[in-house]
């Protein structure tokens, strides 16, 4: 990272002073950027005995429209006394003149991201086993709040969210076509749309929903058997539709009977091994806990699917466009084609659960 883009991320004595008046003055402190992450900045910031991490958007354009991180503290300091995970908010500050942006504050957890393999005390099918049930419980747990009690009743539009999703979707792959079909065209993903405005459920249960929930957005705490102590990166949260949630998270979890992923940059193989749940154990797990039924499986699913294919092919665009020098952006230009592919072969029947 540059001296420029931190300086851009952070000015150190009006942060500084900020914490001082908001946390109390202390004589040792620390800033750091967090280089994990593809979307909200992440600092770790030591204040004296305290661990704390702050989040704000990405410099640039951007961080007025997207990236709301006072939504993400809204919804974060609302589930803090429920029993959802989720590190304890602290401040949240929408003065621009302290860093450039929004941002909020909260304390750090200590435990493990599991990103790119399982801690070694994880690593026997007792524990792998918990893992999973973890993530799935948590989800469930999300979707049995009552969100009106805990103050969230203004905070999406639960009814037409499924709609909205494929629309949304629908719209941000138009935009990376304008571009990547002088390239390639994936004539996959325009049957996959089609399939999808026919087939979007009527109805579906109004719960709040995270928006990004997958392996590696928890932690897990230090010690075993695995318990999951957080929940990261609420800025996708919602009210909406629950099986959108789950069709997310499987969409990211491995069964050893797979065939190789078509994101290998941001999919990891280790829930493959003994011990952790298929895909059809976890959705049992969420039915039993929830008492939903994950009707319409197929069509969430490949919704998922269709929604990271859509990732892609913006990535693509940026790419082409010079507007990144991310190595995974060029590998769009297939892993786009077989994700609507993998998408297809849900919606045929081709990859059960």
């Not at 994990?36 to 770790?44: D, I, Q």
């Not at 002088?182 to 979007?200: A, C, F, I, S, T």
């Not at 929930?213 to 075993?224: A, E, I, R």
Request: with cysteine.
């Amino acid at each position: 990272m540059s001296e420029n883009y931190y300086e851009r991320l952070v000015d150190e004595d009006a942060l500084v002073a900020y914490l001082g008046e908001h946390l109390g003055e202390v004589d040792e402190y620390d800033i750091a950027r967090h280089q994990e992450g593809h979307s909200n900045e992440t600092l770790f910031v030591t204040w004296g005995d305290r661990e704390l991490v702050i989040r704000r958007p990405p410099p640039g354009e951007t961080a007025d429209t997207a990236h709301d991180v006072i939504r993400e503290y809204r919804v974060t300091n609302a589930v803090a006394d429920t029993d959802v995970p989720v590190p304890t908010p602290v401040l949240a500050c929408e003065d621009h003149d302290v860093i450039g942006s929004d941002f909020y504050v909260m304390e750090q957890l200590e435990g493990d991201v599991l990103r790119e393999d399982e801690p070694e005390r994880f690593a026997d099918p007792d524990h792998r086993e918990r893992v999973g049930e973890e993530l799935v419980d948590t989800l469930a747990t999300i979707h049995d709040l009552d969100y009106e009690a805990i103050g969230l009743e203004e905070f999406g539009r639960p009814e037409g969210y499924t709609q909205r999703q494929v629309d949304r979707w629908g719209k941000q792959l138009s935009w990376a076509f304008e571009v990547t079909e002088d390239e390639r065209e994936v004539p996959d993903l325009h049957e996959v749309g089609d399939w999808l405005r026919d087939n979007v459920p009527d109805e579906h249960p109004h719960t709040l929903v995270h928006g990004d929930y997958k392996l590696d957005n928890v932690m897990f705490g230090p010690g075993t058997p695995p318990e999951l102590i957080g929940v990261f990166d609420w800025e996708m949260a919602t009210l909406g539709d629950p099986r959108a949630d789950l069709g997310w998270m499987l969409s990211y979890w491995r069964d050893a009977k797979d065939p190789d992923p078509e994101l290998p940059e941001l999919v990891t193989r280790f829930m493959e091994r003994e011990g952790y749940p298929t895909r059809r154990e976890l959705v049992d797990r969420w039915e039993s806990r929830t008492g939903y039924e994950f009707e319409h499986e197929r069509f969430y699913r490949a919704l998922a699917v269709y929604k990271l294919a859509g990732l892609g092919e913006m990535f693509f665009r940026r790419y082409l466009e010079g507007n990144s020098d991310d190595p995974m952006y060029p590998k769009m230009r297939d892993r786009v084609p077989a994700l609507a592919a993998r998408a297809k072969r849900i919606i045929e029947g081709d990859e059960p659960l």
